[in-house]
């Protein structure tokens, strides 16, 4: 259980496209899905909060504009990247949290997208 | 800020061998903490979780202490064996803010030797 899953899981794209991720929650439904972004052999930093059905919470110095999130159903986010420069290559996390069980609070991770910009 | 930190960023261990992971954080109020292990090139896999109520859980060879006093957090590897070999990471989450984010560590390289 608590299979999250991610499309593409690598995706190469030129300067000025728009790519789009998609993270879908498998198994059970997820209010709340969060986006990181990871550099090599750096951690995860959270970009922002999906919540379903309403407007996404973005972190401090993430670009709302640049990176749009939409959280349509209880199982499905997407990330699109916008106008994509190479300072954008990096890899991309999603995770949802389950609206039931014994912990809410669990974040399960999809398996990442590999973007790369040339 | 607050942050999440570990003290080694590398840990070499001998198959078979027991593992121990360490983890500091600043955020007295965080009352809830998820180890994970990641591969290379792969998401976070959940490993195990601890309430701010508990000082030890324990999982399928893997045990978690979680020492408030000090604000440390250990990760507990028994018999490691060479598919353990990953970086792991620690993250808290105060959710009594309502900010259900998780904020990770830097994370520990574990590599074990056959």
């Known amino acids: 259980g608590a299979v999250v899953s991610q499309h593409p899981s690598w995706v190469i794209c030129k300067s000025g496209t728009s790519v789009k991720i998609e993270c879908r929650s498998l198994?059970?439904?997820?209010?709340?899905m969060f986006w990181y972004r990871q550099f090599p052999k750096q951690s995860l930093m959270l970009m922002a909060t999906?919540?379903?059905?309403?407007?996404?919470?973005?972190e401090q110095g993430v670009e709302k504009d640049k990176f749009l999130i939409n959280h349509a159903s209880l199982t499905l986010s997407t990330l699109t990247v916008t106008s994509a420069h190479p300072e954008d290559s990096s890899f991309y996390i999603c995770?949802?949290?389950?609206?039931?069980?014994?912990?809410?609070?669990?974040?399960?991770f999809g398996p990442g997208t590999r973007l790369t910009v040339l | 800020g607050e942050s999440v930190g570990l003290h080694l960023p590398t840990l070499s261990v001998q198959e078979g061998d027991n593992s121990i992971i360490n983890c500091a954080y600043s955020?007295?109020?965080?009352?809830?903490f998820i180890w994970y292990k990641q591969e290379s090139g792969k998401g976070p896999q959940f490993i195990i979780d601890?309430?701010?109520?508990?000082d030890k859980r324990q999982g399928q060879r893997v045990t978690v202490l979680l020492n408030k006093t000090v604000k440390h957090l250990s990760l507990q590897i028994a018999a490691t064996q060479p598919g353990d070999s990953a970086v792991y990471f620690c993250?808290?989450?105060?959710?009594?803010?309502?900010?259900?984010?998780?904020?990770f560590g830097s994370g520990t390289r574990l590599q074990v030797q056959p």
């Open positions: 995770s949802a949290r389950s609206t039931s069980g014994i912990s809410t609070d669990t974040q399960y």
């Open positions: 198994d059970f439904q997820a209010t709340t």
């Open positions: 999906s919540n379903e059905g309403s407007k996404a919470t973005y």
């Open positions: 955020n007295s109020a965080s009352d809830y």
């Open positions: 601890i309430r701010s109520n508990m």
């Open positions: 993250a808290e989450n105060y959710s009594h803010t309502g900010r259900r984010a998780l904020t």
